[in-house]
């Protein structure tokens, strides 16, 4: 999974560095390292899952 990005004729660092963080928030990059920081359990994700869907379903989702 690797992101490229070349810099186009005319386009200004700053133009290329929104285009590339778009392209890293598209392909859930940042997503995925937060979500292995640390280990959870087959448990103690189906508790969490459990716990979202149901503070979900309180507000009307």
């Known amino acids: 999974m690797a992101l490229e990005v ?10 290329l560095l929104k285009r590339f ?4 928030q598209m392909d859930g990059v940042l997503r995925e390292a937060k979500s292995h920081r640390y280990f959870l359990s087959k448990r103690e ?15 009307g989702r």
């Open 21 to 24: 963080q778009r392209m890293v």
């Open 45 to 59: 994700a189906a508790r969490l899952k459990a716990k979202k869907n149901a503070r979900s379903k309180r507000q």
């Open 6 to 15: 070349s810099i186009r004729e005319g386009e200004s660092q700053d133009s």
